[in-house]
Nanobody, 124 residues
Framework: QVQLVESGGGLVQAGDSLRLSCAAS????????VGWFRQAPGKERDFVAA????????YYADSVKGRFTISRDNAKNTVYLQMNSLKPEHTAVYYC?????????????????WGQGTQVTVSS
């Protein structure tokens, strides 16, 4: 059974950093592309970043470029999202998702497996 488990969320102040983790079981992460999405209260879930299993190529939403970094550790079957200089508008539930194949996916329906999400709250 495939399971993705996010961790690392919490309550931080503006300007702080957080590193989210997404640990996978039941699949070999190195063969999947993985994305991070977020959903703020009252809003739709939005794409944040993705990493391809081939060569670790990355892709980011414009709103997080230069501030967030996605990376993976295939030996640990874990993908990370390093978030720096956080702002209150980054408050959301952050989800990781995995998709078969090498291409980037920026839409929900392009992903096959989802985690339960981790709450990130940034206070001003």
């Amino acid at each position: 059974q495939v399971q993705l488990v996010e961790s690392g969320g919490g309550l931080v102040q503006a300007g702080d950093s957080l590193r989210l983790s997404c640990a996978a079981s039941g699949l070999t992460f190195s063969r999947y592309s993985v994305g991070w999405f977020r959903q703020a209260p009252g809003k739709e879930r939005d794409f944040v970043a993705a990493i391809r299993w081939i060569a670790g190529y990355t892709y980011y939403a414009d709103s997080v470029k230069g501030r967030f970094t996605i990376s993976r550790d295939n030996a640990k079957n874990t993908v990370y999202l390093q978030m720096n200089s956080l702002k209150p508008e980054h408050t959301a539930v952050y989800y990781c998702a995995a998709r078969v194949g090498s291409g980037f996916g920026t839409r929900d329906d392009q992903y096959d497996y989802w985690g339960q999400g981790t709450q990130v709250t940034v206070s001003s």
